[in-house]
């Protein structure tokens, strides 16, 4: 006997079916980021990491990209196919860790170190990134810092990404000193909290964690890193470091296998903004359209092409 059908499940029924005529009027593609809420994950064409979907927005025939993340993810799906219209649900949706820096203060910042090339996290703006040498993703920042000329290095948004990559490279970054509150308020005692809560789970954490976190990780990876690890690793039951919103493509991806993640506060509050509504209305009014002034686009292509033109880059291309 099927579960008895609510009004909420209903309505949730004729909007995704809502979606599904609009995605076909409009021929467009629809992607989610991987911290997106768990119904807007499942209705969209791919799910992923930010530049992993922009490199998916490349491949696809469609005209026009439904970007289910946050402003900086369109912009950079928009920089990278500038002939396709990139529609951003929710206008508001931004991520704070972007914006701890713009383009006046990053100049100030190269002004203060002459000849150093920088290093700029995808997790950036436009104008960010058009004043940056190379862009660079969670799962390729050491390749790509240590793929630059010369030993020292600008490295910014993210401070506690910095300090990973610092770790492992012989290079002096230069750290600017940006965080993702999501990440950064997590503490090593909740971790160890939670490995006590699972004691037989293996502790994932993602590198825009604090170092005494990273530190009582047994495997620190992207998120995309973590889709992979959880499933070719034998151990049954993991604790999750990253945005709650992986849980949903991990629970997905390994059925047999349980996920908990380490600390409620894990949440993004722009991530969950979009909602099937939003999805739905901005494929119905075409809204929000995110464009990047062409002098702008031109410049940030070349930093992140630059990423995607080194060694792993394309593979490793996620937040
Ligand atoms: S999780 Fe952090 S870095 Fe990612 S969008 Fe949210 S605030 Fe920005």
Known sequence: MSAPRSPAMDHARAVVERIGRLREERR????????QRGEVQDIADFTGDSLG???????????????CGVSFMAESASILNPDKTVLLPVLEAGCPLADMIDAPR?????????????????????????????????ANAVEIVESLPGDEVLFGPDR?????????????????????????????????AARRRHPAALVIAHPECLPEVLEVADHVSSTSGMSAFARSSPARE??????????????????????????TRLLCPNMKRTTLASVADALERMRHEIRVEEGIRVRAARALERMLGTGRGRAGAEE
């Open 28 to 35: 467009a593609v629809i992607l989610a980021h991987n911290y």
């Open 53 to 67: 979907l922009s490199l998916e927005a490349a491949r696809t025939g469609a005209r026009v990209i439904v970007f």
């Open 106 to 138: 990053l100049r100030e910042w190269k002004a203060l170190h002459p000849g150093r090339p920088v290093v700029t996290y995808i997790n950036s703006s436009a104008e960010v990134k058009a004043e940056s040498d190379v862009c660079c993703t969670s």
């Open 160 to 192: 506690n990404l910095g300090l990973y990559v610092r770790g492992r490279t012989a290079k002096r970054l230069i750290l600017w000193e940006g965080y993702c509150a999501t990440h950064a308020w997590v503490t090593a005692g909740e971790v160890l």
């Open 238 to 263: 993991f604790v999750i470091v990253t945005e709650a919103g992986i849980l949903h493509r991990l629970m997905k991806e390994n059925p047999g296998k349980r996920f908990h993640l380490a600390s």
